[in-house]
């Protein structure tokens, strides 16, 4: 099994520009997130997902947008990339609420 | 809400015992452990829920203190592997929403 698999996992963008980081995992959970690291930050959450069709907002969901219209998939929008959006972004699932999060591998991000 | 985990970096010998600790301002449903090596994904410990037993996996065991709002990791024996950073999510029973520390960066030195 691959897991949760994330696409690009490198990306340089100029300020303004627009892209997709995209998100699928092939262990049939219901639970899906998206975190941002920062250097020293840890993890922050921006998105999660309790099922396909139902999203909600983390700690910072400011400048991102996120859809659900599959079990399988979870992308994150950003739109008017800024340079307060370079960070790794990682994106997890979990079969149960409050359950084990799996992480793909992440994607790098610079905005430039 | 973002938990507060002490200390922030920890330098060890092998075989020396190391506890990172977490603590929130909220009461809490279930505290999660991981463990981050440099250039990679978080990788799952264990968790402890509000009322469970104290959790083991070899030499690296937690506890969960539910009146005090705390946990902490205790590593005993320290291999070179133990090395990279500890994060403690916590969350509080409503969505699932896990919100993670800091972190703690343990070094083990040979």
Same mark, same amino acid.
């Given at each position: 099994n691959a897991?949760?698999?994330?696409?690009?996992?490198?990306?340089?963008?100029?300020?303004?520009?627009?892209?997709?980081?995209?998100?699928?995992?092939?262990?049939?959970?219901?639970?899906?997130?998206?975190?941002?690291?920062?250097?020293?930050?840890?993890?922050?959450?921006?998105?999660?997902?309790?099922?396909?069709?139902?999203?909600?907002?983390?700690?910072?969901?400011?400048?991102?947008?996120?859809?659900?219209?599959?079990?399988?998939?979870?992308?994150?929008?950003?739109?008017?990339?800024?340079?307060?959006?370079?960070?790794v972004y990682?994106?997890?699932?979990?079969?149960?609420?409050?359950?084990?999060?799996?992480?793909?591998?992440?994607?790098?991000?610079?905005?430039? | 809400?973002?938990?507060?985990?002490?200390?922030?970096?920890?330098?060890?010998?092998?075989?020396?015992?190391?506890?990172?600790?977490? +603590?929130?301002?909220?009461?809490?449903?279930?505290?999660?452990? #991981?463990?981050?090596?440099?250039?990679?994904?978080?990788?799952?410990?264990?968790?402890?829920?509000?009322?469970?037993?104290?959790?083991?996996?070899?030499?690296?065991?937690?506890?969960?203190?539910?009146?005090?709002?705390?946990?902490?990791?205790?590593?005993?024996?320290s291999q070179? +592997? #133990?090395?990279?950073?500890?994060?403690?999510?916590?969350?509080?029973?409503?969505?699932?929403?896990?919100?993670?520390?800091?972190?703690?960066?343990?070094?083990?030195?040979?």
């Open positions: 897991g949760v698999t994330q696409t690009p996992k490198f990306r340089i963008l100029k300020i303004g520009q627009s892209m997709t980081l995209q998100c699928t995992q092939d262990m049939n959970h219901n639970y899906m997130y998206w975190y941002r690291q920062d250097p020293g930050m840890g993890l922050k959450l921006i998105y999660y997902s309790v099922g396909a069709g139902i999203t909600d907002k983390g700690e910072v969901p400011n400048g991102y947008n996120v859809s659900r219209s599959t079990t399988e998939d979870f992308p994150l929008r950003l739109e008017l990339a800024a340079p307060s959006q370079t960070s990682f994106c997890a699932s979990s079969r149960l609420l409050t359950g084990e999060l799996f992480f793909g591998e992440g994607s790098r991000l610079t905005v430039l | 809400q973002q938990p507060v985990q002490s200390p922030q970096a920890v330098i060890l010998r092998e075989g020396e015992d190391a506890v990172i600790n977490c +603590s929130s301002s909220k009461a809490l449903y279930s505290v999660h452990w #991981y463990r981050q090596k440099h250039g990679e994904a978080p990788v799952f410990l264990m968790i402890l829920l509000k009322g469970g037993e104290q959790k083991g996996h070899e030499k690296i065991s937690a506890s969960f203190n539910e009146k005090k709002q705390q946990s902490s990791l205790y590593l005993t024996a070179l +592997s #133990y090395s990279g950073t500890y994060f403690c999510g916590t969350d509080g029973g409503s969505q699932g929403n896990l919100i993670f520390g800091k972190g703690t960066k343990l070094s083990v030195k040979p």
